[in-house]
């Protein structure tokens, strides 16, 4: 592991006990969240040990660097009845499950996700149509959150299962959004589950309540309406067996910038 890396871990870690004696009484009370950030080193050993590369950072802009106003793209309200109700509730009743090859399967609300550290980060959008967009993003690094689940020793890559459906499989069976990430990409310091973007609530049009960014890849990559994470061997079993919507209509899985 590299010095950046341990001190990011370490700072994540004091940051944690940190918030503990000031009073933040949310995070001590839910001892899973504790259990996470003392998983977060195992897992990050072995993903170094897997995959050969390393977490380099994407750059971070400044304040005055954000874009007025944040292009959005792709689905911009999921058109089911269920989604329209977690909406007019304010995704009170929102979970993502975390499930696949975990030993301890989670179902998290917003507010628990909102109890564990956060990261915030202006970083610089880019979509494979042509255009960027620089934001400021907050949400809960992934890392700690898939440690929580206590990955099995097959894990390789985590899945991403969206609310908005995109039409029809080739089965007649109903499609959604989803995408996937290996282990390396998905424990980048970078790669959060954001609910927050230039500090307002995540708005429905950017994947309300939570969606992903990992800000070394191309804005497909980063799925939005998040209800689902599985951490998976392969991913050929799913849709049409290339790892994402857009990746079984022939965009490339690996989309690192
Ligand atoms: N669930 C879901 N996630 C998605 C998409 C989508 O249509 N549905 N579009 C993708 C594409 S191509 C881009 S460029 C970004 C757009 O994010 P934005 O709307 O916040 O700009 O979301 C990505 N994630
Ligand atoms: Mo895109």
Known sequence: ????????????????????????????????????????????????????????????????????????????????????????????????????????????????????????????????EGWSCIGEWTGVPLAPVLAAARPKPEARYVMFFCADPMGNLPSGEAAYYYESLDLLEATHPQTILAYRLNGQVLPIEHGAPVRLRAERQLGYKMAKYIQRIELVENFHRFAGGKGGYWEDQGYSWYAGI
């Not at 009073?23 to 170094?48: F, H, I, M, Y």
């Not at 793209?73 to 909406?87: Q, R």
Request: proline share 4%; hydrophobic share 40%.
């Open 1 to 128: 592991m590299t010095d950046s890396r341990r001190n990011f871990l370490k700072a994540a870690l004091a940051g944690a006990g940190a918030a503990a004696l000031s009073g933040c009484t949310r995070l001590s009370q839910k001892p899973w969240v504790q259990d996470a950030l003392g998983e977060v080193e195992n897992l990050t050993r072995r993903v170094q040990r897997v995959f050969a590369g390393g977490h380099a950072l994407a750059t971070e802009y400044k304040k005055s660097d954000i874009a007025p106003v944040f292009r959005a793209n792709g689905t911009l309200n999921p058109s089911t009845d269920e989604y329209a109700a977690h909406a007019a509730t304010g995704f009170r009743n929102w979970r993502i499950a975390v499930g696949g090859l975990v030993e301890k399967p989670l179902s998290l609300s917003l507010d628990d996700l909102q109890a564990m550290p956060a990261r915030t980060q202006i970083t610089r959008h880019d979509c494979v």
